[in-house]
T-cell receptor, first 111, second 115 residues
Framework: NAGVTQTPKFRVLKTGQSMTLLCAQDMNHEYMYWYRQDPGMGLRLIHYSVGEGTTAKGEVPDGYNVSRLKKQNFLLGLESAAPSQTSVYFC??????????FGPGTRLTVL | AQSVAQPEDQVNVAEGNPLTVKCTYSVSGNPYLFWYVQYPNRGLQFLLKYITGDNLVKGSYGFEAEFNKSQTSFHLKKPSALVSDSALYFCAVRDASGGSYIPTFGRGTSLIVHP
């Protein structure tokens, strides 16, 4: 059981570049989430999914898009990266009302 | 609407002393409550949860938390702190009465255990 994995672990982008972060879980969880963590801001929910083919906006969705084509994968896209998107990104998954399982994070720097 | 407050940004305690990390919540219905720990450069790890039943919940690494409905609190406790407990702790709440079941996290409390 790998749990929740995230790819890549680190990335440096230039302003305006695009990228996709991949999250995969092997626990057959219905719910998946993308968060960003910034100093002093705690965890902020970007987007989430309650099942394959469905996504919804969280607290800070602007500048991000997501897709959940397969139940085990949840992709986070940045179409045109901005310095304000420099952050650590965490993916998580859970059953309906259970605890969340988090990935190890992706550290993104946008220059 | 649901919310969580962790009133202390930082808690300092000496090794061997008891520790408490505070959390209060607000939900429309009944709460599902969670505590997570984050070590440096790692993702969050689940510690314990309250869903229903006993108000005192025991979790990983010797931690426990007490659900207090009248005070809407779910404080995290440990009888004897270890230096290795130093980390960032997050409280989270979900409204059990339905809706999207998306949790709300507190801002986190940094626990520092001094040798």
């Amino acid at each position: 059981n790998a749990g929740v994995t995230q790819t890549p672990k680190f990335r440096v982008l230039k302003t305006g570049q695009s990228m996709t972060l991949l999250c995969a879980q092997d626990m057959n969880h219905e719910y998946m989430y993308w968060y960003r963590q910034d100093p002093g801001m705690g965890l902020r929910l970007i987007h989430y999914s309650v099942g394959e083919g469905t996504t919804a906006k969280g607290e800070v969705p602007d500048g991000y898009n997501v897709s959940r084509l397969k139940k085990q994968n949840f992709l986070l896209g940045l179409e045109s990266a901005a310095p304000s998107q420099t952050s650590v990104y965490f993916c998580a998954s859970s059953r309906l009302a259970g605890e969340q399982f988090f990935g190890p994070g992706t550290r993104l720097t946008v220059l | 609407a649901q919310s969580v407050a962790q009133p202390e940004d930082q808690v300092n305690v000496a090794e061997g002393n008891p520790l408490t990390v505070k959390c209060t919540y607000s939900v429309s219905g009944n709460p599902y409550l969670f505590w997570y720990v984050q070590y440096p450069n790692r993702g969050l790890q689940f510690l314990l949860k309250y869903i229903t039943g006993d108000n005192l919940v025991k979790g990983s690494y010797g931690f426990e938390a007490e659900f207090n409905k009248s005070q809407t609190s779910f404080h995290l406790k440990k009888p004897s702190a270890l230096v290795s407990d130093s980390a960032l702790y997050f409280c989270a709440v979900r409204d059990a009465s339905g809706g999207s079941y998306i949790p709300t996290f507190g801002r986190g409390t940094s626990l520092i255990v001094h040798p």
